[in-house]
């Protein structure tokens, strides 16, 4: 059997990734510091990976702002220890990336080979991970940058607002951002269909972008949420990002196109409507169950 090591092993997305590959490893960052190259060869040498997926990230984006060397040891050093270490071994490499890499100010969805232009401290150290996998392994490397992303498990936008529903009569959101809300199971899913796909040597390596299809803004979002949970939408109100200042700047514009998928044979993630659809009662459940 195929040999799979999930990094990150703790997060809602490594959870999904899990479900969806039989036999597959999961390891969290006290079984498997990436930074640590020690650390990588013993998991390498216990595990044998065929495929890793690296799921582990420092993704807290303002903190970034004024620790942007000790998120680049995890953001960009450790993806470059993982692809070395899959160069050794043979291994396919699919590294997990963000939007964060886009300056944020286009006007239609940016392509896999759009020019990069990170504002902001954490984007910059994720573009440094993309720069490692890529170059050390042109041949075995994957880059997927994901956006908006929730799932079950973790902390995330519609967990907040769920909260947030039952909370306030009202809520202001943001509505001059836009995206594509991603369900981590249908990210997943995609993750396990392209190592498949690579191993069989059907798709090509290189930058894939793992969002929804479609796209809304936080506004049209959260107005959608209400509605899946018979709340009124119209509770919600729209503002500006003005009015939620952060230290790191926020793309305006994450719509990202999904071409390269159907080059490895793999239809692109449906739309993000029909998605938060299926995900809600699971979100819900999971939110419900955690309160009590």
Aim: aromatic letters at 8%; a negative charge.
């Amino acid at each position: 059997m195929t040999s799979w090591l999930i990094t990150g092993g703790s997060g809602m997305l490594a959870r999904d990734v899990v479900s969806r590959v039989p036999g597959a490893v999961a390891l969290g960052h006290a079984d498997l510091d990436i930074t640590d190259r020690d650390s990588v060869a013993a998991a390498f040498d216990k595990y044998h990976p065929a495929v890793v997926v690296n799921c582990a990230a420092w993704t807290a984006v303002d903190d970034a702002e004024t620790r942007e060397d000790a998120a680049l040891a995890i953001n960009g050093d450790g993806p470059r220890i993982l692809a070395e270490a899959c160069r050794d071994a043979g291994a396919v490499l699919l590294h997990v990336s963000t939007d964060y890499v886009f300056a944020g100010d286009a006007t239609q969805p940016y392509p896999e080979d759009a020019p990069t232009a990170p504002r902001s401290a954490y984007g910059r150290t994720k573009l440094a991970g993309e720069t490692a996998v890529l170059g050390v392994l042109p041949d075995r490397g994957y880059v997927i940058r994901t956006a908006w992303l929730y799932g079950a498990g973790g902390g995330n936008f519609v967990r907040t607002m769920v909260k947030l529903e039952a909370a306030r009569d009202t809520l202001d959101v943001v509505d001059d951002q836009r995206g594509q809300p991603t369900w981590t199971v249908d990210l997943a899913d995609r993750l396990a269909r392209l190592g498949t796909a690579a191993l069989a040597g059907t798709a090509p390596a290189g930058v894939y972008h793992g969002t929804s299809s479609g796209e809304t803004t936080w506004f049209g979002f959260t107005r959608e949420i209400f509605r899946l949970l018979g709340a009124d939408p119209e509770r919600v109100r729209p503002t500006t990002s003005e009015a939620f200042q952060r230290p790191a700047p926020r793309p305006a514009y994450s719509v990202l196109g999904h071409d390269r998928w159907r080059q490895a044979g793999i239809e692109p993630i449906r739309d993000w409507s029909e998605a938060l659809e299926s995900a809600m009662p699971t979100l819900v459940a999971e939110f419900s169950e955690g309160k009590s």
